[in-house]
């Protein structure tokens, strides 16, 4: 999936998320304003937590 978008905040360096087109799209019909997300990885795994809210 191209529609979700991870980087780093420029200011706290913290994960920032960015919806583009269909996940923007579903999370604007159910009215998410914000993607909070903690990650972790390992050289072999990856895990990540979302949580989605509104305003």
């Known amino acids: 999936m191209l529609d979700i978008e991870i980087l780093n905040d420029d200011e706290t360096r913290a994960p920032a998320v960015t919806l583009h087109r269909d996940a923007k799209s579903a999370a604007d019909s159910k009215g998410v304003s914000k993607v909070l997300i903690s990650l972790s990885h390992s ?13």
């Open 43 to 55: 050289e072999t795994a990856a895990i990540v937590f979302a949580q989605a809210t509104s305003s």
